[in-house]
Structures are given as C-alpha cells and as structure tokens.
C-alpha cells in the first residue's frame, strides 16, 4: 500500500494536469469503489472544478468548487491515469472520471480494494486521523503528548492511522532504526531522549522518501528510489548498513517488522 511518500509524490504530479480541470461525467464500472451513494456521485460531481489537490494522511484530497471534497485511497494496488478519452481502456479500470479538456481521470484497481468519497464535510472522511508528522505546526510537544499513557508495542501504534497519520510499515521500520529504538517496546518505556530521536527519525525518513519519490516494488506505484536506500526493510539477514550485524525480521500485530539487534537497543 503507498504510504505518505508516495501518496504525497502521486499529489504532487496530479496537479499540473488537473488543477484547473472541471470534471464533465462519471462511469462507474465497480459500484463498491464509491463510498458515497453511487447516484449521489455521478450527479454531483460533473460540473465541478478542481480548485486545489493535496494530501491528507494516505488519501488523495482534491478540493473542488462550491465546497466539495473528492478524496481518493488507492489501498493495495490502486493508480490514477491521467489520460486522452482516445486513449484504449485498460482491464482494471474501474472508475473513469471524465474532464472537460478530452482527457479522463482512471481509477485503476487489480484489486478492487480503492475507495473514493464525495462530499462537502472533509471530517465524514478524515475526522478520525491523527496528526500529519511533516506538518508545520506539528512539535516535539505535540509528538511527546501523543503517547501519554500509551502502553502498546511502539510499531503497532505508529501504524494507527488515529494516532498519527500517513506513516505504514516501511517508514516506521525505517524510522525506528534511524532512531535507534526497537519496535517491539512497549511506548510507556520510551524516555523523553527516545521520543525526541523518534520525532526527528519519522520526519527525516518521510523527507528521504519523498525526495526519491517513495518507494517501488511493482508496477503498481512506479518511479520510485528509496527502494535502494532501505537500512533494515525487507532485508532480512542481510548486514546492516550502519553496523553489519543481520537485519532481523520479526512480527507484530500480523506485520512483518525488520530491525537491527546491534543498532536498536
């Protein structure tokens, strides 16, 4: 599933070819990809202009005129084409939405797992995410006083979508190696010193990620990097770049979770 890098990467190409755009028909060819009621969605959203894309967490937000929100998540294997009418239609399209210059938005989804949301109240949607970790406004303090009496293992809480937003399994394993912290601690035993380290390692692998477009292992997201800058995800057994000791893989919560026993004490 892309995480914030790579959602935040797909938001920032989708904007040249779309801000400005006035959406003119929908087809809907996988009625459970719409979470708003289909009709609602085929008859609202023509009509409206796409005044501004940015990134919530791991949804796709386009704000449209008239105070409308469009919010797409593309889960395992969604991808959003941007695309001529003329252009052949590929097999997993499921949703088209057709634009006002000859080109069409495509929902593409192996998977069927992608879901987009129509409405004028972003909360209906979002109302139940944490904080954006690369926020401005988003502190040392705040991230400390996220974890007041929190006594869950570290890696499952990171990846609580309501406890902080965007972050998924590859950039929390990264930034608890960066932060020389195990995943498997239980957050109660994490010294202000740790949280601060935590605090400045999730926003540093964020930024890495998103400057080498995030990371690719299929055609699913591709063009991306930080695939091959990776010090413990996915390399189970192999030396760790920082001290050569193996990279361990354990489970948590049914996630894999890769660590360095020597680097994260």
């Known amino acids: 599933m892309p995480e914030l890098p790579e959602v935040e990467t797909i938001v920032r190409e989708l904007r040249q070819p779309l801000v400005g755009r006035t959406f003119t028909q929908v087809i809907v060819r996988w009625e459970k990809t719409i979470q708003t009621p289909v009709a609602e969605f ?15 967490a791991k949804y796709i937000w386009f704000h449209l005129s008239g105070g409308w929100s469009l919010f797409i998540h593309l889960k395992m294997s969604g991808n959003l084409q941007v695309l001529p009418v003329s252009t052949p239609c590929e097999k997993h399209v499921h949703t088209i939405l057709r634009l006002d210059n000859g080109h069409e938005v495509r929902f593409k989804d192996t998977r069927k797992f992608g879901r987009a949301y ?37 890696k499952p809480l990171l990846l609580n979508q309501a406890f902080i937003a965007g972050l998924g399994n ?6 608890c190696h960066d932060a020389g ?11 202000a010193v740790e949280l601060e380290r935590l605090y400045h390692s999730i926003r540093k ?33 192999e030396p760790c770049r920082t001290c050569d000791q ?7 919560s049914s996630r894999s979770t890769h660590f360095c026993p020597n680097c994260q004490r």
């Open 42 to 56: 085929k008859h609202n959203l023509p009509g409206k202009q796409i005044e501004s894309i940015r990134r919530r």
């Open 118 to 154: 129509l409405t004028r109240d972003p909360e209906t949607v979002t109302g139940h995410l944490g904080p954006e970790p690369l926020a401005d406004n988003f502190t040392l303090a705040d991230f400390k006083a996220l974890f007041h009496r929190k006594k869950g293992r570290l």
């Open 170 to 175: 590859i950039y929390a394993d990264e930034a």
């Open 181 to 191: 912290i195990l995943p498997n601690r239980t957050a109660d035993t994490l010294s």
């Open 205 to 237: 692998v964020l930024n890495h990620g998103i400057m080498h477009r995030g990371a690719t292992f299929d055609e699913v997201y591709p063009g991306g990097k930080f695939q091959n800058f990776f010090q413990v995800y996915g390399r189970t057994g």
């Open 246 to 252: 193996p990279v361990e893989r354990i489970v948590l």
